[in-house]
């Protein structure tokens, strides 16, 4: 699948451009969510914002286990097979199956490392990383 042209990337969801939609829309893809496109920030967006920012420290013995820093600047602890976080969305508001953006970035991070991320996917969080950097 061939990505659009990348129109900019801010903070703002709604003026992002097509591509950073498309990119939400190949990750819902890949996790096996449905894309809503509403205008709240799905998790998974937040978690990729997360990511972006190379906030998600996975653990070198195991990458199933991570540091997450927050926007909070708090850190949590994530374990990915266990679907489990320390922040307090994941404790008050989630069911036990459910993922918040500190596991969702996690993930992420994991897929990427082992290789698992869609190549067109792969291109297009190469391209907002390297703006992040010139922002």
Request: proline share 4%; with cysteine; aromatic share 8%.
């Amino acid at each position: 699948m061939k990505m659009g042209a990348i129109e900019s990337i801010n903070s703002n969801p709604n003026t992002r451009g097509k591509s950073w939609v498309e990119l939400i829309r190949q990750l819902h893809k890949h996790y096996g969510m449905e894309y809503k496109g509403n205008n709240s920030q799905s998790r998974i967006e937040k978690g990729f914002e997360i990511f972006l920012k190379n906030q998600v420290h996975l653990f070198s013995d195991n990458p199933y286990h991570a540091r997450v820093e927050g926007d909070n600047g708090k850190e949590y602890k994530v374990v990915i097979s266990a679907c489990t976080c320390t922040c307090p969305d994941k404790e008050y508001n989630l069911a036990p199956e459910e993922r918040c953006k500190h596991i969702r970035a996690a993930e992420l991070a994991r897929d990427e490392q082992l290789g698992l991320l869609p190549k067109a996917a792969l291109d297009q969080i190469e391209y907002f990383r390297r703006k992040e950097v010139t922002a």
